[in-house]
C-alpha cells in the first residue's frame, strides 16, 4: 500500500513572511486530510519558521537541495547534518539543479548519499529533455538518471522518486496521465530489477510538471502514479488544495 504524496515545490519564490501567509492560508484546510503525505519544501530561510507553524498538524516539511559534504569551507552552501532535525525530506536532483548549476550523476549521487546518511528522505528527480523525448530517448535516459543517482547505495530507506520530463516543467505543457504513467511504470521496472520485486512494488514515483487543480484527477487517477511534485501551482493556496483534496478522494 503506497500512501500518495503531494509535494510543493516552492523553489526560489517567497520571503519568510509570504511563506508564513501562505502556510496558514492552507494549514487549517489541509489537516483534514489524512490519507495523503502533504509536503512543502519552501526556500532554506522558511523551514524554521514554517516548522514551528506546523506542529501538530499532519503536514511535513522538505528542502529543495542540499550539498553532500557535512560540514566545512563551502560558503554558502547548506548541509545535511543542518538539515536534519529541521525537515523530514530533501528533493534531490532537480532538473533545474542539473540544468543551471551543472548537478552530474555523482553529485547527485553523492548528495542522496549525505541525505539518507543523516535519515533525510530525499525525492529524486529524474526526466528526459525535449530532444530526449523527441528522439524517444526517454527510456534510455530516465533509465541511466535512475542508475547514475543509485549509484552503490544498498538501502534506499523511504526514498521517492519524482518523475519529471523537463519539458513539463513551468511550461504549461504537462504530460498526459497515460505518458507519465508509462514511464513511471518503466521506472518502477527498472527499481525492481536494480533492488528487489519487493522495492520496485513499494516505491513512491510522483509526476512533476505543470500539475494544477485543473489537470490533477488525470494523473492521480492513474495506479501507477503515487503523486505529484507540484512547482508553480503550489504557491497558490487554492491550487494546491485542490490537488491535495483531489488526492484524498481519488486515492483510496
Ligand atoms: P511546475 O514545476 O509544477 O511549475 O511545472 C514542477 C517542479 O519543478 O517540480
Given at each position: 500500500?503506497?500512501?500518495?504524496?503531494?509535494?510543493?515545490?516552492?523553489?526560489?519564490?517567497?520571503?519568510?513572511?509570504?511563506?508564513?501567509?501562505?502556510?496558514?492560508?492552507?494549514?487549517?484546510?489541509?489537516?483534514?486530510?489524512?490519507n495523503v503525505d502533504m509536503v512543502l519544501c519552501p526556500p532554506f530561510i522558511s523551514l524554521s519558521a514554517?516548522?514551528?507553524?506546523?506542529?501538530?498538524?499532519?503536514?511535513?516539511?522538505?528542502?529543495?537541495n542540499l550539498y553532500f559534504e557535512e560540514k566545512g569551507a563551502y560558503t554558502g552552501e547548506v548541509s545535511s547534518l543542518m538539515l536534519a532535525g529541521l525537515c523530514e525530506f530533501v528533493?534531490?536532483?532537480?532538473?533545474?539543479?542539473?540544468?543551471?548549476?551543472?548537478?552530474?550523476?555523482?553529485?547527485?549521487?553523492?548528495?542522496?548519499?549525505?541525505?539518507?546518511?543523516?535519515?533525510?528522505?530525499?525525492?529524486?528527480?529524474?526526466?528526459?529533455?525535449?530532444?530526449?523525448?523527441?528522439?524517444?530517448?526517454?527510456?534510455?535516459?530516465?533509465?541511466?538518471?535512475?542508475?547514475?543517482?543509485?549509484?552503490?547505495?544498498?538501502?534506499?530507506?523511504?526514498?521517492?522518486?519524482?518523475?519529471?520530463?523537463?519539458?513539463?516543467?513551468?511550461?504549461?505543457?504537462?504530460?498526459?496521465?497515460?505518458?507519465?504513467?508509462?514511464?513511471?511504470?518503466?521506472?518502477?521496472?527498472?527499481?525492481?530489477?536494480?533492488?528487489?520485486?519487493?522495492?520496485?512494488?513499494?516505491?513512491?514515483?510522483?509526476?512533476?510538471?505543470?500539475?494544477?487543480?485543473?489537470?490533477?484527477?488525470?494523473?492521480?487517477?492513474?495506479?501507477?502514479?503515487?503523486?505529484?511534485?507540484?512547482?508553480?501551482?503550489?504557491?497558490?493556496?487554492?491550487?494546491?488544495?485542490?490537488?491535495?483534496?483531489?488526492?484524498?478522494?481519488?486515492?483510496?
Amino acid at each position: 500500500m503506497r500512501v500518495p504524496m503531494i509535494a510543493g515545490n516552492w523553489k526560489m519564490n517567497t520571503t519568510v513572511g509570504e511563506a508564513i501567509e501562505l502556510v496558514k492560508a492552507i494549514r487549517a484546510e489541509l489537516d483534514r486530510i489524512d490519507n495523503v503525505d502533504m509536503v512543502l519544501c519552501p526556500p532554506f530561510i522558511s523551514l524554521s519558521a514554517i516548522g514551528e507553524l506546523i506542529k501538530g498538524s499532519s503536514i511535513k516539511l522538505g528542502a529543495q537541495n542540499l550539498y553532500f559534504e557535512e560540514k566545512g569551507a563551502y560558503t554558502g552552501e547548506v548541509s545535511s547534518l543542518m538539515l536534519a532535525g529541521l525537515c523530514e525530506f530533501v528533493i534531490v536532483g532537480h532538473s533545474e539543479r542539473r540544468q543551471y548549476f551543472n548537478e552530474t550523476g555523482e553529485i547527485v549521487n553523492n548528495k542522496v548519499r549525505a541525505a539518507l546518511k543523516v535519515g533525510l528522505t530525499p525525492i529524486l528527480c529524474i526526466g528526459e529533455r525535449l530532444e530526449e523525448n523527441e528522439a524517444g530517448r526517454t527510456k534510455e535516459v530516465v533509465t541511466e538518471q535512475l542508475e547514475s543517482s543509485l549509484a552503490g547505495i544498498d538501502c534506499l530507506g523511504g526514498l521517492l522518486i519524482a518523475y519529471e520530463p523537463v519539458w513539463a516543467i513551468g511550461t504549461g505543457r504537462a504530460a498526459s496521465g497515460e505518458q507519465a504513467s508509462d514511464t513511471i511504470g518503466l521506472i518502477r521496472r527498472n527499481v525492481a530489477d536494480l533492488y528487489s520485486e519487493k522495492i520496485g512494488g513499494e516505491i513512491r514515483i510522483l509526476y512533476g510538471g505543470s500539475v494544477t487543480a485543473e489537470n490533477a484527477a488525470e494523473f492521480m487517477s492513474q495506479p501507477e502514479i503515487d503523486g505529484a511534485l507540484v512547482g508553480g501551482a503550489s504557491l497558490k493556496a487554492d491550487q494546491f488544495l485542490g490537488i491535495v483534496k483531489q488526492t484524498s478522494e481519488i486515492k483510496p
